[in-house]
């Protein structure tokens, strides 16, 4: 299994960013997926999961209304749309199924 996040970086706060996670090695869509975040003296957060096919989401109470999950299971890829973004989303940015974990993309909020 492997995940590779990508699409993080440096943004204002009120920005947006997209981050995508490409996976391999087992049957994409057949698995629901997750977004973790992890930032320095925090514990790390939850912060969305779709189901296999897509049809089912949940997030956060501190990223409803502002993060979107999606997947595109013909490019076994899975999405965070990241808007209103504040400094408080700064975090490491984690892909995860079961016991795997990507490398994670860093996201920066700050002016």
């Known amino acids: 299994v492997q995940l590779v996040e990508s699409g993080g970086g440096l943004v204002q706060p009120g920005g947006s960013l997209r981050l995508s996670c490409k996976a391999s090695g087992f049957t994409f869509s057949s698995y629901g997926m997750s977004w973790y975040r992890k930032d320095l003296g925090k514990e790390r957060e939850l912060v969305a999961t779709i189901t296999s096919g897509g049809g089912s989401t949940n997030y956060a109470d501190s990223v409803k209304g502002r993060f979107t999950i999606s997947r595109d299971n013909a490019k076994n890829t899975v999405y965070l749309q990241m808007n209103s973004l504040r400094p408080d989303d700064t975090a490491v940015y984690y892909c995860?199924?079961?016991?795997?974990w990507g490398q994670g993309t860093q996201v920066t909020v700050s002016s």
């Open positions: 995860n199924i079961e016991e795997y």
